[in-house]
């Protein structure tokens, strides 16, 4: 009451119109104007305001002391003081009806209009259970004692979907609502007021109404989800939140209807406590309410949760229930611990990437987690390095692996020392478990290792050409195995120029050849050899070493000139020779070079010179106005800066030819420098004469030859071939009348003239010749058989020399029967066999007549 009171007075203040009052004297005197003594008064008034409480004091003059003034208001929640007016004019209206339209007469008679009155909110309760129409209401206009009004409304509800939810009499202005309202559908609607005349004309402004749907408790509460799946850690504190169940109640959440509250009706396990959580009633929030939250013990929760409408009370509240599933997340809280206290293992020398030891933990954290994943570290007994432990990541064991080859001479056993941790750091007041370390003991097992050699690459330097049989050194191994007495043999295993020997037994290296520093074999000056040392262990192992040979040069190779030939003009001073030497030793062992000319025969000094441009360079040139042109060869002796020096005597050939102004050699020239004579050119170019006279008759010849391959007429003439005729057989006609060509032409000739009369050796070869016939031979009557073989192979030697026989290759035509065929019909041939022949002889041919002697020999069986 106190919360509708607060409204209305806020409308008090705000929209408050004049209290209005009506006189019972309605006649005019103009000495006199009745009214109130303000338009509008205004309250100041206090939500908090108690019901009977004074307001304010209205005043209104009725310009008469005889009758009384009665006090109206259009808001029913409140009510004035006044006196009442008793004349039998003024009637009580009906207290649910109300007046929107409000009219007043001046001084001078007339009515005059005030503004028109704020109705009220009509309020309706949802599930009314009726009878319907039920009566909301009654709107009426003072001016229905003057003439005829009809009432209509407008508006959602009335003429707008949801059509027809209220109605009004147009008469008495009673409003009806038709059915139950549902507040959770529609909260409020606004309707309008209309006041007509019987010609529809408008008698009074519209009114608003405003019509509100009073919510009733009939929604339970309705969880967003059925399932909320939730999380905390373990041994987490009391009041750690969890998580947040929210439900929804459709009814109005200013009321108590939809106030929801949440409690906590049972959990599941009741482990360490029955009340581990606890949860807000107003906002859903779950927390924790008592200590003990294990994981190891307890991995989840089942809690279910109750909401409940009017503020929770479960005696007219309606409820719904949800499921919360809370799991308990694993924190580091056990530190992984050893299963045992020690380990062993064994792992043999000289082996890398071995497991030697597993070790085991167990940790009661959460699998495969980081607060269960195991991480191995040595703490001592294994200063170089050799071991390592990964960890399994399916079964977390820690795996002792080699990394670094172990020697058994060295370290016979480890004394190892590891520790064990998680990924993940333990949690806040746990500390680590003295089982958190163990001891792993691992012994290494003695194998037999091959021999080496200490110094691998072995590089020694001495000259090259040293003698066979020369001793270089004593190229030694050393075996690895100190508690074995093992022997330990040399061979060669790589000697590519095949100039070394070893020692079997001592490994003493000497030369099997002279070493050549200019060999292909020899890389940077550098030769190289491997050699390989075995020991008679069981199993043997052997051992390589390389032995590299730096050679140092001498002078062992004379220089030789370049280049081998060379052209020079006829003339001098036009040209020279560029002359150099090549020595395949290295500095100081090469230039500079001294080019000179050998004084016998005299003739080279005479007619040749030698410049010297560098130490490395010279010239060659004429040293005579002439020379005939030809080819001539020049001696030249190269002498290297060696120690003792190398000279050698080289050949180079020039060539001297006549040069045009350029320099150049002309083409007789060149020919003439080659030592060609006249006579020599002239046989030269006959012989080029024939060659060519037999290719171009040759050519002439084939040519011959083709065109009388295609001149060379057919056996018979074109016109008469009936070859080039092309039938098409696959198409269905009229018959052979249909076609454009001659058909006389598959028709036998009945003048054989132009056969006849053709040269000898000319014929088609799908025509029978005119000639006589071989004569084949007449088989016997009653023939022997061994006379058969004979018979048909006289038959088959006349056939083939038969030249009546068509070849394989002749055109026989058979799609056409003329009609003027020489021959006569075979319906008249009759057998020539008088029926008393005897076949009986056929069964003596053998099995490849038995069927012909069964169809002839049976005789009288038959």
């Not at 409003?175 to 009074?204: F, I, Q």
């Not at 779950?286 to 009017?310: C, N």
């Not at 002792?400 to 004394?415: G, K």
């Not at 500079?592 to 000094?605: G, K, N, T």
Request: some cysteine.
């Amino acid at each position: 009451m106190l919360r509708r009171s607060g409204m209305l007075l806020l409308w008090l203040f705000c929209c408050w119109g004049p209290a209005r009052a009506h006189n019972g004297d309605l006649t005019v005197r103009p000495t006199c104007k009745p009214g109130f003594s303000e338009d509008d008064y205004t309250a100041l008034v206090s939500q908090n305001i108690m019901e009977g409480q004074k307001l304010l004091k209205v005043k209104f003059s009725g310009c008469s002391e005889s009758k009384r003034i009665r006090y109206e208001t259009d808001n029913l929640d409140f009510k004035q003081k006044g006196k009442k007016n008793t004349s039998a004019d003024l009637l009580q209206q009906p207290s649910d009806t109300l007046l929107p339209w409000r009219h007043h007469q001046n001084s001078h008679g007339l009515r005059r209009q005030k503004r028109d009155w704020v109705i009220p909110p009509i309020n309706v309760p949802e599930n009314s259970r009726g009878p319907f129409p039920q009566q909301l209401v009654r709107i009426r206009s003072d001016k229905d004692s003057d003439i005829h009004i009809r009432y209509s409304i407008t508006g959602v509800g009335a003429d707008q979907p949801p059509m027809e939810v209220f109605n009004i009499d147009p008469v008495s202005g009673r409003m009806y609502v038709t059915r139950p309202m549902d507040r959770e559908e529609r909260a409020s609607y606004h309707l309008r007021a209309h006041a007509v005349d019987m010609n529809g004309n408008k008698v009074e402004n519209p009114i608003d109404l405003y019509i509100y749907v009073i919510d009733m408790n009939d929604n339970r509460p309705e969880f967003i989800n059925q399932v909320y799946n939730g999380s905390v850690d373990e041994g987490s504190k009391p009041g750690t939140y969890v998580m947040t169940v929210t439900a929804n109640d459709a009814d109005d959440s200013t009321t108590a209807n939809g106030m929801v509250r949440y409690r906590i009706v049972t959990q599941t396990p009741q482990s360490p406590s029955q009340n581990m959580f606890t949860i807000n009633s107003e906002t859903g929030d779950i927390v924790t309410v008592a200590a003990g939250l294990d994981r190891e013990k307890v991995q989840q929760y089942t809690v279910i949760v109750q909401a409940t409408d009017m503020e929770g009370n479960l005696n007219y509240g309606l409820s719904n229930t949800a499921t919360a599933i809370i799991m308990v997340t694993d924190v580091n809280d056990n530190p992984p611990e050893f299963t045992a206290s020690t380990y062993s293992g064994e792992v043999p020398e000289n082996r890398v990437e071995v497991v030697v030891a597993n070790l085991t933990v167990m940790d009661r954290d959460q699998p495969h987690s980081p607060n269960w994943n195991a991480v191995y570290r040595i703490i001592s007994g294994d200063p170089s390095g050799h071991f390592t432990i990964r960890t399994d990541p399916v079964t977390n064991e820690g795996l002792v692996t080699v990394v670094r080859e172990v020697d058994y001479e060295m370290n016979r056993a480890f004394m190892l020392t590891v520790m064990v941790s998680n990924q993940a750091p333990l949690a806040s007041g746990i500390q680590m478990s003295f089982q958190s370390t163990a001891g792993v003991t691992i012994s290494v097992t003695d194998v037999n290792e091959p021999p080496y050699f200490p110094t691998n690459h072995k590089l020694i330097r001495l000259e090259e050409g040293v003698p066979t049989g020369t001793a270089l050194m004593t190229f030694s191994a050393v075996d690895p195995d100190r508690f074995m007495q093992q022997a330990i043999r040399y061979s060669k295993l790589s000697d590519p120029a095949n100039w070394l020997n070893i020692n079997a037994t001592n490994g003493q290296i000497t030369t099997a050849a002279i070493l050549d520093r200019e060999s292909a074999y020899i890389k940077n000056n550098v030769y190289e050899a491997t050699f390989l040392a075995a020991d008679n262990g069981i199993p043997p192992a052997s051992g390589t070493g390389t032995l590299q040979i730096y050679l140092i040069d001498i002078n062992d190779n004379a220089p030789e000139l370049q280049p081998k030939d060379a052209q020079i003009c006829e003339k001098p001073n036009l040209n020279v020779i560029n002359i150099t030497a090549a020595d395949a030793d290295i500095d100081p062992n090469v230039g500079p070079f001294v080019f000179e000319l050998p004084s016998v025969p005299s003739a080279i000094r005479k007619n040749w010179t030698i410049t010297r441009l560098n130490g490395d360079y010279a010239q060659l040139s004429l040293r005579i106005t002439y020379l005939e042109a030809g080819v001539y060869d020049v001696p030249i002796i190269v002498t290297d800066s060696g120690n003792p020096p190398l000279f050698n005597m080289s050949i180079i050939k020039v060539k001297v030819c006549p040069c045009d102004e350029n320099g150049d050699c002309t083409t007789i020239g060149a020919v003439a420098a080659a030592g060609l004579g006249t006579g020599a050119i002239i046989a030269i170019l006959i012989c080029i004469i024939i060659l060519l006279s037999m290719v171009l008759l040759f050519v002439v010849w084939m040519k011959r030859r083709e065109k009388e391959r295609h001149t060379k007429q057919l056996l018979i003439d074109p016109e008469d071939d009936v070859r080039d005729n092309i039938l098409k057989y696959d198409e269905e006609g009229g018959g052979e009348e249909d076609q454009d060509y001659d058909l006389s032409q598959l028709q036998q000739p009945e003048n054989m003239d132009h056969v006849l009369n053709k040269a000898n050796g000319v014929r088609r070869v799908d025509e029978r010749p005119i000639g006589a016939e071989p004569q084949y031979p007449i088989r016997p009557v009653i023939p022997h058989p061994g006379d058969i073989g004979d018979f048909i192979n006289e038959g088959l030697r006349a056939a083939d020399n038969d030249p009546t026989a068509p070849p394989y290759d002749s055109l026989l035509v058979f799609d056409y029967e003329g009609s003027g065929s020489t021959a006569g019909s075979v319906s008249s041939l009759n057998s020539s066999s008088s029926g008393d022949q005897d076949y009986d002889y056929l069964n003596d041919w053998g099995p490849r007549f038995k069927k012909l002697a069964d169809m002839y020999g049976g005789g009288e069986d038959d």
